[in-house]
T-cell receptor, first 114, second 114 residues
Framework: DQQVKQNSPSLSVQEGRISILNCDYTNSMFDYFLWYKKYPAEGPTFLISISSIKDKNEDGRFTVFLNKSAKHLSLHIVPSQPGDSAVYFCAASGNKAAGNKLTFGGGTRVLVKP | EAQVTQNPRYLITVTGKKLTVTCSQNMNHEYMSWYRQDPGLGLRQIYY???????DKGDVPEGYKVSRKEKRNFPLILESPSPNQTSLYFCASSLWGIANSPLHFGNGTRLTVT
């Protein structure tokens, strides 16, 4: 049973518009959430994170929103650029009692059209 | 350059022939981990290590072994590979565990077991 789910396997957006990627989780022990970006033939790279004590974290064009009651987080990319075309993974980790594991979603492939 | 290096990048082998995928990091990171990526399943953790001589199982450890004799190296060993271990493998490291310490990934090893 997947504890972190990204229900949209792909997303296509026009350059300059907003990209919204969604992620749902089921484990209430998760308290730290991250987004990773992956280009073909490369390893994932860290993009942005959020702790469960916050509901929003912003870094340039990237903003992550966390809704703990709904166990839902989203990544907004504004404005989207062609270089943002990649696979995006949502990931979650728990506290020490939950083990030092990072659980990933299945990924969303984003295509930004010029 | 700070990096995680995996070798080989591509490997084709036959069922039952023992193999080792090497992983090395030059960032003096305490934490290292192995993941496998399969379509629709995202990245799933195989094993992780909090420090030298300390290793623990991730979510899918069956059929794999690891060792952490030195801080910089964390090889993944498949004693008797089977076709269901055909996958894309990533090694990753972080400064001190995954809470508030993003992972740095290698570029991956694509393994095919026939």
């Amino acid at each position: 049973d997947q504890q972190v789910k990204q229900n949209s396997p792909s997303l296509s957006v026009q350059e300059g518009r907003i990209s919204i990627l969604n992620c749902d989780y089921t484990n209430s022990m998760f308290d730290y959430f991250l987004w990773y970006k992956k280009y073909p033939a490369e390893g994932p790279t860290f993009l942005i994170s959020i702790s469960s004590i916050k509901d929003k974290n912003e870094d340039g064009r990237f903003t992550v929103f966390l809704n703990k009651s709904a166990k839902h987080l989203s990544l907004h990319i504004v404005p989207s650029q062609p270089g943002d075309s990649a696979v995006y993974f949502c990931a979650a980790s728990g506290n020490k009692a939950a083990g030092n594991k990072l659980t990933f979603g299945g990924g969303t492939r984003v295509l930004v059209k010029p | 350059e700070a990096q995680v290096t995996q070798n080989p990048r591509y490997l084709i082998t036959v069922t039952g022939k023992k193999l080792t995928v090497t992983c090395s990091q030059n960032m003096n990171h305490e934490y290292m981990s192995w993941y496998r990526q399969d379509p629709g399943l995202g990245l799933r953790q195989i094993y992780y290590s909090m420090n030298v001589e300390v290793t623990d199982k991730g979510d899918v450890p069956e059929g794999y072994k690891v060792s952490r004799k030195e801080k910089r190296n964390f090889p993944l060993i498949l004693e008797s590979p089977s076709p269901n271990q055909t996958s894309l493998y990533f090694c990753a490291s972080s400064l001190w565990g995954i809470a508030n310490s993003p992972l740095h990934f290698g570029n991956g090893t694509r393994l095919t077991v026939t």
